[in-house]
């Protein structure tokens, strides 16, 4: 097994490894090392069915059911399917929004989700590419003035965020879920390294603050951690598996399909700790 670092900030390959096939002790660990070093792991030319995907899922820990039942696969709970189609299969502009935004999945949760895995069904031709940011390096490299005024603070997380027009859009059941909270610092349970952990698309406050001062720390917060020297970008081939730790990342999908081809993905998530 080779472990290729793809980008700085984060992202690697792993080659050498035939997910159809169980993975021995040694090849386990040295994935789950990989996957905590760098953030988000590809490995490429996987073909795999719905229970490769669960058995993948497998080897970082125990998978979860996502909260919204609208997108779950039709045989495998632990699955949902992100596509960019209505019910009818064609290329829909609510649902080609899915996944736009820099966010961290399940993070409205009380244990928000340790990883997300996603498989490609069908991808486009052009685009569809996704990104990612490596929140570990935008806290490490925060200016000192910024860190001060986030130290202790405690952000408010719902599902969908806190854009009326978007809850409006939900699935009636996903609506105006409660309130969650989380540091605004967090501290990875296993690498014991802090992270920002609020995101533009399921934070909606912090714990104590007037809700325009919330909403102008939160925006300063935002402006430094989408800096493109955090990123990193996935363009997508059919075989493609990614994992990515939900805990120290962000992720979004570009939006950018140019001649609206069909998206496609099996996704699974990985059950994270309460600590
Ligand atoms: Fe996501």
């Given at each position: 097994m080779?472990?290729?670092?793809l980008g700085?900030p984060?992202l690697?390959e792993?080659?050498?490894?035939?997910?159809?096939?169980?993975?021995?002790d040694?090849a386990r660990?040295?994935?789950?090392?990989?996957f905590?070093?760098?953030?988000?792991?590809?490995?490429?030319?996987q073909e795999?069915s719905p229970?490769?995907v669960?058995?993948f899922?497998?080897i970082?820990?125990?998978?979860?059911?996502?909260?919204?039942?609208?997108?779950?696969?039709?045989?495998?709970?632990e699955?949902?399917?992100?596509?960019?189609m209505?019910?009818?299969?064609e290329?829909?502009?609510?649902?080609?929004?899915?996944?736009?935004?820099w966010?961290?999945?399940?993070?409205?949760?009380?244990?928000?989700?340790?990883?997300?895995?996603l498989h490609?069904?069908?991808?486009p031709?052009?685009?569809?590419?996704?990104l990612?940011?490596?929140?570990?390096?935008?806290l490490?490299?925060?200016?000192?003035?910024?860190?001060?005024?986030?130290?202790g603070k405690?952000g408010?997380f719902?599902?969908g965020g806190?854009?009326k027009?978007v809850?409006?859009?939900?699935?009636?059941?996903d609506r105006?879920?409660?309130?969650?909270e989380?540091?605004v610092?967090?501290?990875?349970?296993?690498?014991?390294?802090?992270?920002?952990f609020?995101n533009?698309?399921?934070?909606?406050?912090?714990v104590?603050m007037?809700?325009d001062?919330?909403?102008?720390?939160?925006?300063?917060?935002?402006?430094?951690?989408?800096?493109?020297?955090?990123?990193?970008r996935?363009q997508?081939?059919?075989?493609?598996t990614?994992?990515?730790?939900?805990?120290c990342?962000w992720?979004?999908?570009?939006?950018?399909?140019?001649?609206?081809?069909r998206r496609r993905?099996?996704?699974?998530?990985?059950?994270?700790?309460?600590?």
């Amino acid at each position: 097994m080779d472990i290729i670092k793809l980008g700085d900030p984060l992202l690697a390959e792993v080659r050498g490894v035939d997910l159809t096939k169980p993975l021995d002790d040694d090849a386990r660990a040295a994935v789950n090392e990989a996957f905590l070093e760098h953030c988000v792991l590809v490995f490429r030319d996987q073909e795999l069915s719905p229970a490769d995907v669960i058995a993948f899922e497998r080897i970082f820990g125990e998978p979860q059911i996502h909260v919204t039942k609208k997108y779950r696969h039709p045989k495998f709970d632990e699955l949902i399917v992100m596509t960019n189609m209505n019910k009818d299969g064609e290329v829909d502009a609510f649902e080609s929004r899915r996944g736009l935004g820099w966010h961290s999945d399940m993070c409205y949760l009380d244990v928000p989700a340790k990883a997300t895995v996603l498989h490609p069904l069908e991808i486009p031709e052009q685009g569809g590419d996704t990104l990612f940011a490596n929140m570990y390096l935008a806290l490490a490299e925060m200016p000192g003035e910024l860190r001060k005024k986030i130290e202790g603070k405690r952000g408010t997380f719902r599902f969908g965020g806190r854009s009326k027009d978007v809850q409006n859009r939900l699935d009636p059941a996903d609506r105006d879920k409660p309130l969650i909270e989380h540091p605004v610092i967090r501290v990875h349970p296993e690498t014991g390294r802090e992270s920002i952990f609020v995101n533009p698309i399921h934070t909606v406050g912090i714990v104590g603050m007037p809700d325009d001062e919330a909403v102008d720390l939160l925006d300063e917060i935002y402006a430094w951690c989408g800096q493109e020297q955090f990123q990193a970008r996935h363009q997508w081939r059919m075989g493609d598996t990614l994992i990515w730790d939900n805990r120290c990342t962000w992720h979004s999908a570009t939006g950018d399909n140019p001649l609206r081809q069909r998206r496609r993905f099996l996704r699974g998530n990985i059950s994270g700790i309460l600590h």
